[in-house]
């Protein structure tokens, strides 16, 4: 049972290109979250799920897009990738909202 | 949205003694979670608490949701208490939003 996994945990872009941030889980869990943590600071949400083909948009969905083709995988895709993405991406999961959240290790970002 | 504020912003400790932390929520809550983020960066979900009070060890959390606050209680502590503690909170109101505070960081001196 490996929990909320992500990939990759570092990763280095330059400005404009794009990436796939990869969040699977394997609990079965319906809501998945994906959240960013700039230095010092609390975490905000991009996007969230609340099932399989359900996104909705989060606190700071800007520059972010999201799908939900399955229960396991959420993946996180940035376009045109800017230095104010620079950041630590983390995925979440849960069995349903009103209960406690699973986070992964994180993926750690810089746009240079 | 729902605004989630958290004192203290730090908090520097000997080892051994106790402390309180503190979430205040703007909004009716029906889920309230306390993380606690290692120095290496990993969230651990600490309690899933929107009513009551829960024990685990040495923390315990409490929720008293008709004021709109919620305190997570450390006692004896020990350095690799040390960290940053955040509490999350989501409203009554429809959506499933997870909102975080901004975090309590929480150092353990040996």
């Known amino acids: 049972n490996a929990g909320v996994t992500q990939t990759p945990k570092f990763r280095i872009l330059k400005i404009g290109q794009s990436m796939t941030l990869q969040c699977a889980q394997d609990m079965n869990h319906n809501y998945m979250y994906w959240y960013r943590q700039d230095p010092g600071m609390g975490l905000k949400l991009i996007y969230y799920?609340?099932?399989?083909?359900?996104?909705d948009k989060g606190e700071v969905p800007n520059g972010y897009n999201v799908s939900r083709s399955t229960t396991e995988d959420f993946p996180l895709r940035l376009e045109l990738a800017a230095p104010s993405q620079t950041s630590v991406y983390f995925c979440?999961?849960?069995?349903?909202?009103?209960?406690?959240?699973?986070f992964g290790q994180g993926t750690r970002l810089t746009v240079v | 949205g729902i605004q989630v504020e958290q004192s203290p912003p730090d908090l520097i400790l000997q080892e051994g003694a106790n402390s309180t932390l503190r979430c205040n929520f703007s909004d009716s809550v029906n889920n309230l979670q306390w993380f606690h983020q290692n120095p290496w960066g990993q969230l651990i979900n600490l309690f899933y608490?929107?009513?009551g009070t829960k024990q685990n060890g040495r923390l315990s959390a409490t929720t008293v949701a008709t004021e709109r606050y919620s305190l997570l209680y450390i006692s004896s502590s020990q350095t690799t208490d040390s960290g940053v503690y955040f509490c999350a909170a989501m409203t009554n109101f429809g959506n499933e939003k997870l909102t975080f505070g901004t975090g309590t960081r929480l150092t353990i001196i040996p």
């Open positions: 608490i929107p009513s």
């Open positions: 979440a999961s849960s069995t349903r909202a009103r209960e406690g959240a699973f």
């Open positions: 799920s609340v099932g399989a083909g359900i996104t």
